[in-house]
Nanobody, 129 residues
Framework: QVQLVESGGGSVQAGGSLRVSCAVS????????MGWFRQAPGKEREGVAA????????YYADSVKGRFTISQDKAKKMVYLQMNSLKPEDTAVYYC??????????????????????WGQGTQVTVSS
């Protein structure tokens, strides 16, 4: 079973940058769908980005395209979300998720949260104006 632990959240002013990290332990296989989601108070959890590890495709929400980048360090078993040009509306708890539908035969979109099997505990990102 895969375990996920996020880190790297914090507070930043609008226009700044942050990188959140997800440490992956357990057997995730050579290729799996990893995602980043976020949830702001009073709002539903939304997909931010996802990737197929091992050199596969990446996916982004329209709201973060060109500003956020998902990446991995396979040797360190880490998945990252680099966030640039942050806006106050990016404020949320950010969650790492594993074993999602992207790159599989499951006919669900990459940002369908219920399709992910493993979740981290989340890390808070706060962007002030």
């Amino acid at each position: 079973q895969v375990q996920l632990v996020e880190s790297g959240g914090g507070s930043v002013q609008a226009g700044g940058s942050l990188r959140v990290s997800c440490a992956v332990s357990g057997d995730a296989g050579s290729s799996t769908c990893m995602g980043w989601f976020r949830q702001a108070p009073g709002k539903e959890r939304e997909g931010v980005a996802a990737m197929i590890t091992g050199g596969g495709s990446t996916y982004y929400a329209d709201s973060v395209k060109g500003r956020f980048t998902i990446s991995q360090d396979k040797a360190k078993k880490m998945v990252y979300l680099q966030m640039n040009s942050l806006k106050p509306e990016d404020t949320a708890v950010y969650y790492c998720a594993a074993e999602g539908p992207c790159g599989t035969v499951v006919p669900l979109p990459w940002d369908y949260a219920a399709a992910y099997k493993q979740w981290g505990q989340g890390t808070q990102v706060t962007v002030s104006s």
